[in-house]
């Protein structure tokens, strides 16, 4: 399985995934369809999914436009979204798997974003050692979602199943913005020696537009504040002990940063 980043809008990331072996292609969170159908002409693949992680336009605008040059395309996406993702099909829950590409993606119900939002994890395979995380708007490089339709404790349940997984899983989020997240984080966290290396890097990345997704959880666990909310210089600095309330105040003070 091929994973191809289509950067659209302003800070969206779209991700293509190419099974080389059939040609079939799938798509995750298509915020529009005109670049999604230039790379699959590209590939010369037919597109048989569309994995939406939630409900909001930047990552299902291209739902429609999709299905009319691919109609057999199977709609994918939480259960609670249903009549939220245009054209959803398949209603998804946790536990549940689909399949692309030889290999099962488990399915992760993650609301606090939204509350319907779900996440795609691909396990590791015999052909690769890394996991595959698609996890729209829930977890960040360096960041996670707003709390549009959920709560801290919300929240705090869904990124710890992500903060579960292998260190060796590819952290596909939606959106590229990291350089602002670190930014954030560097006020909280600055003491924090694998957070200043990485906010340098990613300084020098994004100044000559280099992507900052893919991350992995082996450095999310290590410089991202809101997968830290049990560290003793993060639990201090928010002035509280208990997960979801440590989590609550970083969550409200990015809000206002
Ligand atoms: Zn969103
Ligand atoms: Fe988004």
Redesign the pocket.
């Known amino acids: 399985m091929k994973i191809i980043r289509i950067p659209v809008l302003s800070d969206n990331y779209i991700f293509l995934l190419h099974d080389i072996n059939n040609n079939e292609v799938a798509v995750v969170d298509p915020a529009e369809a005109k670049p999604v159908l230039a790379e699959i002409e590209k590939c010369g693949g037919n597109l048989v999914a569309i994995f939406n992680t939630?409900h909001?336009f930047?990552?299902v605008g291209g739902n429609k436009e999709l299905l009319e040059h691919y109609p057999n395309a199977v709609v994918y996406g939480g259960e609670k979204d249903k009549g939220r993702i245009p054209r959803q099909q398949v209603f998804l829950k946790e536990g549940d798997t689909v399949d692309f590409a030889g290999r099962k993606a488990n399915i992760y119900f993650v609301p606090g974003?939204?509350y319907a939002h779900i996440a795609y994890y691909f396990p590791p395979t015999e052909d690769s050692d890394w996991g595959e995380l698609f996890c729209?708007?829930t977890l960040f490089a360096g960041g996670c979602?707003r709390l549009f339709e959920g709560t801290p404790t919300d929240m705090v349940n869904s990124l710890t199943k992500f903060r579960n997984l292998p260190d060796s899983t590819r952290v596909w989020c939606a959106h590229e913005y990291t350089l602002s997240n670190l930014k954030f984080a560097i006020t909280v966290d600055g003491d924090n020696p694998d957070l200043q290396k990485r906010y340098e890097q990613v300084k020098i990345d994004r100044t000559q537009n280099i992507a900052t997704v893919p991350s992995s959880i082996e450095i999310e666990k290590l410089t991202n504040p809101f997968l830290r909310w049990d560290n003793p210089k993060i639990k201090q600095a928010m002035g509280f002990e208990e997960a979801t309330r440590v989590f609550g105040r970083l969550r409200g003070m990015k809000d206002n940063f």
């Open positions: 939630h909001h930047d990552h974003h939204t729209g708007d979602g």
